[in-house]
């Protein structure tokens, strides 16, 4: 299933628009904030989908019942440019176990590019729910292939995909790369993907625009 936040009206569009906006993304704190924010909402959307149960809380006047999450999530990253949409998540899954994985693109001469996974840190993901972020999903192979190296932690119950930006041609990528019963949440979706990998009109690098560009 794939849910897409911008294609409904609301706030989120906002954040959205300030991201993509070239003159609003020389300031990078509002960046990685708007990225955070993103995040947050995403994280009550999924909250909506997970198992809740009845507790009594003792409050100064008596008890009152309240529905709550059963358990958390484990939140796992792609390293760096998840990082702000990661803390957004963990703002509103504030007891969720953290996962971290290092992707990136080995170019070669001929301008062609791989994709490796150098680091993995995560707990047991075993019956657990997985919710896996990285802000730009491009060709979708990073993704694929983050969500293969966690697998090696345990297999989780359910997993969740989340991009604030995502390419068409990567989304169907991962529909077809990953289980069917996986769940994508996206903020937009794009139709264009460049030869080198970037999707129009996009945003650009995600992570320079939170950290700085890198060499």
Partial sequence: MVHILGATNSLFNQYISEIREVNVQDDSMRFRRNMERMGEIIA?????TLQFHSREITTPLGIANVSVPKEQPVIGTILRAGLPVHQGLLNYFDKAQNAFISAYRRHH??????IHVEYLSAPDLTDKVLILCDPMLATGASMVLAYQALMKRGKPRHTHIVSVIASSEGLDYAKKHLPESVTFWCGAVDEELTAQSYIVPGLGDAGDLSFGHKI
């Fill in 44 to 48: 009550y959307e999924i909250s909506k």
């Fill in 109 to 114: 001469k001929d301008g062609s590019f791989d």
